[in-house]
């Protein structure tokens, strides 16, 4: 394969990896605290030995978006939402994981945790334990939770130390290499976060990122007959 092949490959490669990610998005238009993701694509140049160097494409990083998402009111005593920058910690089998979905419950030993059942952690790094007997428990702007006027407990709002090491571990949950605490934002009691998908704009870099792919594709149809028929025509 010449180096043109080789180009056009590494292209598809990290087009079919966008694809990909589009097709995440699309999916969860309505998951709660979703953040859509997009490709970073960046060139290296290939060294070769007798001909000249070759430069290639390689999609090499997902960008998450972090812009804030519409916040819609549902009621619920446990239902979070954060108004402005941070993440909610969560406890996890693999390490502690970052989230900006807000659905928690008690557990029947009285700690929050989330539909998969992690626990919530405070301003502390602490699991939140809610005793069995309280009573309109209510959550301040600041994450101060009480129950008839006595302090409970404080969530903690958290976001990476560096933003670039922010990587996206599997439907709302983020790792990071490093974190700290975040301060001016605000939480908000009764109301979620939806996700921050665009629909519209998602489907029209769906339909752009499948056509360049196939542009692709029907030049490496064409190289292949290119070089099918000028075999054939040296065995003749």
Same mark, same amino acid.
């Given at each position: 394969?010449?180096?043109? =092949?080789?180009?056009?490959?590494?292209? *598809?490669?990290?087009?079919?990896?966008?694809?990909?990610i589009v097709a995440n998005n699309i999916a969860n238009i309505s998951t709660t605290g979703f953040r859509s993701e997009g490709v970073v694509f960046s060139e290296f140049v290939e060294r070769m030995d007798s001909d000249p160097s070759l430069s290639m494409a390689y999609a090499s990083g997902r960008n998450v978006d972090l812009d804030q998402a519409t916040l819609s009111q549902t009621g =619920?005593?446990?239902?979070?939402?954060? *108004?402005?920058?941070?993440?909610f910690l969560i406890e996890t089998p693999q390490g502690e994981r970052l989230t900006r979905a807000g659905t928690f419950t008690p557990s029947a030993e009285g700690e929050l945790v989330n539909p998969d059942g992690y626990r919530l952690l405070d301003a502390g790094g602490a699991p939140i334990f809610i005793p069995p007997d309280a009573k309109g428990v209510a959550l301040a702007s600041d994450g101060t939770l009480s129950s008839a006027g006595q302090p409970l407990a404080q969530v903690g709002l958290w976001q990476p130390s560096d933003?670039?090491?922010?990587?996206?571990?599997?439907?709302?949950?983020?790792a990071a290499d490093a974190l700290e605490p975040v301060e001016g934002s605000q939480i908000l009691q009764g109301m979620l976060e939806e996700s921050n998908?665009?629909?519209?704009?998602?489907?029209?870099?769906?339909?752009t990122v499948q056509r360049a792919y196939e542009l692709g594709q029907k030049f490496l149809d064409a190289e292949d007959q290119r070089v099918r028929g000028v075999i054939q025509a040296l065995g003749r």
């Open positions: 394969m010449d180096a043109a =092949g080789y180009t056009t490959l590494t292209r *598809q490669s990290g087009l079919m990896r966008e694809m990909s =619920g005593t446990f239902d979070f939402a954060i *108004q402005g920058d941070g993440f933003p670039l090491t922010l990587r996206h571990q599997g439907g709302t949950l983020f998908v665009e629909p519209v704009s998602e489907i029209a870099r769906m339909i």
